[in-house]
Antibody
Framework: EVQLLESGGGSVQPGGSLRLSCAASGFYFSNYAMAWVRQAPGKGLEWVSAISGGGGSTYYADSVKGRLTISRDNSQKTVYLQLNSLRAEDTALYYC?????????????WGQGTLVTVSS | EIVLTQSPATLSLSPGERATLSCRASERIASYLAWYQQKPGQAPRLLIYEVSNRATGIPARFSGSGSGTDFTLAISSLEPEDFAIYYCQQRSNWPTFGQGTKLEIK
């Protein structure tokens, strides 16, 4: 069974940093690209970043480019999202997601999310 | 960025009725469209991919159609568990989601 477990969220002041983690199990981790999708409170879904299975290719939404860094450790079956220079608008539930096997970016597996709150 | 616009924002129907949700893309996205269902406090669930293909375990009452820029999710006969928020998503370019349609009980 595919499982994704996020951690690392919390409350931080504007300009601060956090590192989110997503521990994966139940599948051959290095075979799959991984993504982060966020959801601001009461709002819709926003894809923010993705990383290829080997980690050599990374992708970012324009809204976070230069401030967020995605990485992965295949030996630990974990994907990370480093959030820097945080702004109030980064407040959201951050989901780790994997494609369903029907093609890239059809997100069939999701974690439960980790909440990031940016506030002074 | 490809913008997806969903309508209506809210749809009020009764169990047993048919629901039709729309999603319009700002440019042609071929067949790269999916639909998700999200219930309060839960992660989204993939329902439909490539416009009309049901994901594993999705009931046959859910169907998708459309092409080019206009797409539709239909639920043939609403069950109580179908009342939720529905999002469309494209992957023609970097993934983007629509703003959602809330399907509520009338």
């Amino acid at each position: 069974e595919v499982q994704l477990l996020e951690s690392g969220g919390g409350s931080v002041q504007p300009g601060g940093s956090l590192r989110l983690s997503c521990a994966a199990s139940g599948f051959y981790f290095s075979n799959y690209a991984m993504a982060w999708v966020r959801q601001a409170p009461g709002k819709g879904l926003e894809w923010v970043s993705a990383i290829s299975g080997g980690g050599g290719s990374t992708y970012y939404a324009d809204s976070v480019k230069g401030r967020l860094t995605i990485s992965r450790d295949n030996s630990q079956k974990t994907v990370y999202l480093q959030l820097n220079s945080l702004r109030a608008e980064d407040t959201a539930l951050y989901y780790c997601a994997r494609d369903a096997g029907y093609g890239d970016y059809y997100f069939g597996y999701w974690g439960q999310g980790t909440l990031v709150t940016v506030s002074s | 960025e490809i913008v997806l616009t969903q309508s209506p924002a809210t749809l009020s129907l009764s169990p047993g009725e048919r629901a039709t949700l729309s999603c319009r893309a700002s440019e042609r996205i071929a067949s790269y469209l999916a639909w998700y269902q999200q219930k309060p406090g839960q992660a989204p669930r993939l329902l439909i991919y490539e416009v009309s293909n049901r994901a594993t375990g999705i009931p046959a009452r859910f169907s998708g159609s459309g092409s080019g820029t206009d797409f539709t999710l239909a639920i043939s006969s609403l069950e109580p568990e179908d009342f939720a928020i529905y999002y469309c998503q494209q992957r023609s370019n970097w993934p983007t989601f629509g703003q959602g349609t809330k399907l509520e009980i009338k």
